[in-house]
């Protein structure tokens, strides 16, 4: 089928420089583009969180989870009850 499209001036002297560069007719551009414009756009691929882990056995020292907490949150209005044992800030 033929048709008139309104290119503006710049937009057609560049695909008319990429055809010549590439060796192809404008018909084929105009075809091309409009074909992937066509397309339905791939799905958003779903996020995946790559694995992740530490070599050892973990938490290591005296100290249990509470006191951690204890350090994470000093300062920031969470309520300090005392430690047993003071946690060793090195």
């Known amino acids: ?5 309104e290119i503006p001036d710049p937009l057609f002297r560049r695909a008319k420089k990429h ?9 084929t551009l105009i075809e091309d583009g409009l074909r992937r ?7 958003a691929r779903r996020f995946r969180l790559k694995p992740f882990g530490f ?4 938490l290591a020292g005296p100290f249990d989870w509470s006191q951690v907490r204890e350090i994470i949150y000093e300062g920031r ?6 430690a047993e044992e003071p946690l060793d800030r090195r």
Do not use: N
């Open 1 to 5: 089928m033929k048709t008139t499209v």
């Open 19 to 27: 055809c010549a560069d590439k060796g192809i007719p404008l018909r």
């Open 37 to 43: 414009a066509l397309e339905p756009s791939p799905a």
């Open 55 to 58: 070599r050892g056995r973990g």
């Open 77 to 82: 209005g969470g309520v300090r009850e005392p």
